[in-house]
């Protein structure tokens, strides 16, 4: 068998100079130190689109993206198609966790200041990989064409409408009219299925040669620490194997998640029937969501849902161009402001989460 | 006390009295004048109870009572209005029909004040087709002059009188065109058909006329939800009378009727659901030609909502047989006021069952053994469906998408209740052929139930098999990574010594 491996490999070689690739794998290392298990996430987020994209392509043999048959279609999947309960199930779920590790990747980093020259572009494909994450979860929760996605895109994409100027435009422009209808649905599935990973797998691929090319960060305090002490894992293949492992790891989590609690599809939607009690978005949408129904109908001049939606976005602006104006992480040195900023940001989000499930 | 004081004290009574008692002012000249010219509008007004109680014809239209002359009596200056018309005589009558305070202190008066309020929330509030005034004011019921109080005979709105007064503009035709052109106009004789009507034209006034029903002043459109014959007040309408023992008493009926209906299915669809398909009183009564339903027509009566079973039972042997016992069809069985929701419990030969009346006697006879039979039927249906609803719930509560199973239950139950109208053909077979597609699709609905249940503990035992394996796979991996990393540190271990 080895021997056989042996021959394809010489005649690959041969072919395209594989040890060129194992020389430079060979050659990379991975720092290895308190904070390296964060390390594992952005693997994991990896992981995660690659299980989008597998069970998403097998969800398309069968979804049909019309108003009339989206919701059947899906029923179809569901109850008809071998396996096809699993395969969305594990979409959805993977979904969320697919959120929930680019967050995670997305916070290490900004926390080990990670963003900080040289990799100032590897930060900043990474955060509009992570707004296209939100944009695929956003436009994906639509495609069922179920009671609650129908309501929540139209009271998404009622947000957007209300930015001065530009948001009606872009409101008419996310639904393909006025209201939420099946040219929405059309849109949203073109951009779900399309759109998006086009533009993901390009910023993928600079952000993947980036840290391949530049590798792993060391947190600042152990850069200047000092560094590692030169403790590091062949990249090739030990870091690679324990990312497998964790893969393994998630794979199987995303089963249980999908056996015990598959995915519901709910009631189909229906324009005219009344908006169901107590809507809210998905848990990555929910503080901001509960931001805007704290925030004031008016405040001053300003409408209040305008204030909050400028005041997202202003701040969103911002964490992504921190390695911009971070001059003292960007110099080496420790800034205590970064850190604070970090933990205020991260405990509101948990905390208005939690109180938007709640309420 | 001296004849001087006495005279003193005579006069000033008398003209304290002359001045505050309207009845004992000074004489009334309009009316002099008027019966002097023979006006028939003074005779009626002698009648009048607004007469006899003081009220002279400058009360409502104005002028100097007091005046010899016309011209001075009847003097715009003097505040003579001359004869009001319209809307105006609303008004003028509701200056003192609206004032509580005048009714009681004044006129000694115990009727209600809120007439004119009453009125206005109306159906014959409308304006009138000249675009000027409201279709009807005080004076088109209760007449002008000569208003009678409501317990005078000659009042028109004496309650003998009252279907009367009201036929003056309902029963016609063209009046009634200008504001309705799809309003009947044959109420009146409908109501002198009905047992209200002849026992109103008999002299009993006690009876319904259009006002019991409909109201007097607050007449709404049989349409609004207020109306007092909207469909789901009529019960409560009929009820004011009919379930009054004292008032009922002579009539030679009971006064349950409302009680039992509001158990009834139709009485708990109506009054509790609002569902105004549901048959109200006058649905089998009848409304102006209110009679109750004869042996003869309380099938057709039914048969108007419950066609097919009524088509059914015509043509089974039962019609024969009822219309030989002279048997009412359907209330023979349902009862007539208290029908209950049909279940298989009145099918077979039990004792609770209605075929058991007739049939229970000889199990040998044929209609003993198809009611035993058909019950027997109608209790594996309703066994199959629970089963089925069984399973379906099962696999839905294990988090299974089973719509389309569920979807069958539906037909399923409407297999029920098609049995439950095929009965009244009292035929076997036909009976048979419904229960036997009905238990065809519960077994259809179970037996996908029980493939989700199947497929849940499948995805179960699957997800043993997957765990064990990536579990084995990752152990296998983990001991490798371990080597592997052992392998390298004693190499860097031997590098270094």
């Known amino acids: ?359 | 006390m001296n004849g001087r004081y006495r005279g003193f004290l005579t006069t000033f009574v008398l003209i304290f009295l002359l001045h505050c008692s309207p009845a004992l002012r000074a004489q009334d000249g309009c009316l002099t004048c008027h019966q002097t010219m023979e006006d028939p509008r003074a005779a009626l007004f002698l009648k009048d109870v607004h007469k006899a109680k003081g009220f002279s014809c400058a009360d409502c239209h104005g002028g100097n009572r007091n005046a010899e002359d016309m011209e001075t009596a009847m003097d715009p200056d003097a505040g003579f209005r001359g004869v009001p018309s319209g809307d105006e005589i609303t008004e003028m009558c509701s200056t003192c029909h609206s004032d509580g305070s005048a009714m009681v202190k004044t006129y000694n008066s115990i009727l209600p004040w809120g007439q004119k309020a009453l009125l206005e929330a109306s159906v014959h509030n409308k304006l009138a087709s000249n675009g000027k005034e409201r279709i009807v004011n005080c004076a088109t019921c209760h007449n002008a002059h000569g208003i009678l109080p409501v317990e005078n005979p000659a009042s028109p709105v004496y309650p003998l009188n009252v279907t009367k007064t009201c036929g003056k503009c309902h029963s016609d035709a063209s009046y009634m065109r200008i504001y309705n052109p799809t309003i009947a106009v044959d109420q009146v004789d409908k109501y002198r058909t009905s047992v209200h009507g002849k026992k109103n034209a008999s002299g009993d006034r006690k009876v319904a006329e259009c006002a019991s029903c409909h109201g007097s002043h607050e007449i709404r459109s049989a349409k609004d939800v207020k109306s007092r014959v909207y469909p789901t007040n009529v019960p409560e309408t009929c009820s004011s009378c009919h379930s009054n023992p004292e008032y009922m008493a002579g009539y030679g009926i009971e006064s349950d009727q409302f009680e039992k209906y509001s158990k009834s299915v139709h009485g708990k669809a109506l009054l509790e659901k609002n569902d105004i398909g549901a048959p109200a009183c006058n649905d089998c009564h009848g409304n102006h030609a209110a009679t109750p339903p004869g042996v003869a027509s309380v099938s057709n009566v039914c048969g108007t909502c419950h066609a097919l079973n009524a088509d059914l039972f015509a043509q089974s042997p039962h019609k024969e047989a009822f219309d030989e016992a002279d048997l009412p069809e359907c209330e023979t069985c349902h009862g007539n006021h208290e029908i209950v929701s049909a279940s298989e419990k009145l099918l077979g030969v039990s004792d609770e069952a209605v075929c058991s009346w007739c049939h229970g006697g000889d199990p040998e006879s044929k209609g003993y053994k198809t009611a035993a039979s058909m019950r027997l039927l109608a209790d594996s249906m309703d066994r199959a469906e629970r089963r089925a609803i069984g399973l379906v719930e099962d696999a839905e509560q294990k988090g299974m998408e089973i719509s389309d199973a569920k979807f069958k239950l539906r037909d399923a139950r409407q297999a029920i209740l098609q049995s439950r109208t095929m009965v009244h053909s009292f035929d076997e077979e036909r009976f048979r052929e419904v229960i036997t597609a009905g238990i065809a699709v519960t077994a259809v609905a179970g037996s996908e139930a029980n493939e989700a249940i199947d497929e849940y503990y499948f995805r179960r035992w699957g997800l043993v098999f997957a765990t064990s394996m990536l579990i084995l796979l990752s152990i296998s991996l983990y001991v490798y990574i371990r080597k592997l990393e052992k392998r390298k540190e004693t190499g860097t271990r031997n590098s270094a010594g």
Not at chain 1, 85 to 112: C, D, E, G, K, Q
């Open chain 1, 1 to 359: 068998m080895k021997k056989r491996l042996n021959i394809l490999y010489e005649w690959v070689n041969d072919r395209v100079h594989l040890e060129d690739l194992v020389e430079f794998l060979g050659k990379k290392y991975v720092p290895v130190h308190s904070h390296s298990v964060w390390y594992y996430f952005g693997g994991v987020s990896l992981f995660l689109f690659i299980i989008q994209v597998v069970t998403g392509i097998l969800l398309l043999l069968y979804y049909k993206g019309s108003e009339e048959l989206a919701f059947e279609s899906i029923k179809f999947i569901m109850s008809k198609v071998a396996f096809g309960w699993l395969i969305r199930s594990v979409h959805s779920w993977a979904a969320n966790l697919f959120v929930l590790a680019a967050m995670i990747h997305m916070f290490s980093v900004y926390f080990t200041k990670a963003y900080r020259k040289p990799r100032e572009i590897t930060w900043l494909t990474g955060m509009l990989m992570f707004f296209l994450v939100l944009g695929f979860g956003f436009s994906g929760y639509l495609l069922p064409w179920n009671e609650l996605a129908f309501f929540a895109t139209k009271v998404g994409t009622d947000i957007a409408g209300v930015i001065p100027v530009i948001g009606k435009p872009i409101m008419v422009f996310l639904r393909g009219g006025e209201d939420v209808t099946g040219a929405t649905l059309s849109r949203f599935f073109g951009f779900h299925v399309a759109v998006f990973p086009g533009i993901f797998t390009v910023l993928l691929g600079i952000h993947l040669i980036l840290v391949q090319r530049q590798g792993m960060s060391e947190p600042l305090h152990i850069e200047r620490g000092g560094g590692s002490g030169g403790k590091t894992m062949p990249f090739f293949p030990n870091f690679l194997l324990r990312d497998l492992l964790l893969w393994l790891i998630v794979l199987n989590l995303l089963a249980i998640l999908a056996v015990f609690f598959p995915w519901e599809l709910g009631q189909k939607a229906d324009a005219f029937a009344p908006a169901p009690a107590g809507i809210k978005p998905e848990w990555y949408f929910m503080f901001m969501f509960q931001t805007l129904k704290y925030i004031p109908a008016k405040l001053w001049i300003i409408d209040g849902e305008v204030f909050g939606i400028m005041l997202f976005s202003i701040a969103g602006l911002l964490w992504t161009l921190v390695p911009f104006w971070d001059a003292k992480s960007a110099r080496g040195e420790k800034s205590r402001r970064i850190i604070y900023i970090g933990i205020f940001v991260v405990m509101y989000i948990i905390a208005l989460t939690i109180l938007g499930w709640l309420s």
